[in-house]
């Protein structure tokens, strides 16, 4: 459909993901609004469905539990979490705001009531000393080496603000590894799962997405393993 005040056609469009049991039957669908024309924020990445997937094949553990998305964008991963019965509070940088009001309307969208919160990784405001989680998610946050540093030191703060807390995140292995590596041992944190990506997708998701994904489950070092 095209935009009659503007010389280009628009180029937003709806994306439907399933979410189905052991037998591949459709439990429920998560919508999207996705416009190709903006940033990296208003598109579903190849991470965000792989952390989609595990959240929803992990739904047990997630169901009450205290969500926050960093860097949500279009937020499929915090929108199924609150599909299962998390409370999720959905977060990206604060000056986005065209992806924040898009987070809303996803919601709106799905029927989901999620809390929608601008958080700039890095910066130290009212907006993160609210926050609880019991599990953190981020979808392809290490995407931007510049940027590493400031995701764990927020990450790190979010993880000693509430103790025992999880920050499971999805991300192409890129060459930064090893600066992950480095990273998470200057802020005192350990990766306690690492998994193939594509270990556990079905296989009608697999088959559209492309990559060497790998799924992080990482948590502070406690002083007694110090």
Request: with cysteine; glycine share 6%.
């Amino acid at each position: 459909m095209e935009d009659d005040d503007s010389d280009e056609p628009a180029q937003t469009t709806m994306s439907r993901h399933e979410f189905c049991d052991d037998d591949e039957n459709p439990v429920f669908s998560i919508y999207i609004i996705e416009n190709l024309k903006e940033d990296y924020g208003l598109f579903v990445w190849p991470c965000s469905v792989v952390l989609a997937e595990y959240v929803w094949q992990q739904r047990e553990r997630f169901s009450g539990a205290n969500v926050v998305e960093l860097g949500a964008g279009t937020s499929l991963p915090g929108l199924v979490a609150a599909k299962v019965g998390a409370q999720v509070t959905l977060t990206d940088d604060s000056s986005r705001l065209e992806v924040l009001d898009n987070m809303r309307r996803v919601c709106d969208i799905n029927k989901l009531k999620c809390d929608v919160l601008g958080l700039t990784w890095g910066i130290w405001d009212s907006s993160i000393f609210s926050l609880r989680p019991t599990i953190i998610l981020g979808a392809d946050v290490l995407y931007d080496s510049n940027a590493f540093d400031d995701l764990f030191a927020s990450v790190t703060f979010l993880l000693q603000n509430s103790p025992g807390s999880t920050f499971i995140t999805s991300y192409h292995n890129r060459s930064g590894h090893h600066l992950i590596e480095f990273l998470m041992v200057k802020w005192g944190l350990k990766c306690v799962k690492l998994l193939d990506g594509f270990s556990f997708l079905p296989s009608f998701k697999a088959s559209g997405l492309s990559g060497n994904i790998q799924l992080a489950e990482i948590a502070l070092i406690s002083k007694d393993n110090a």
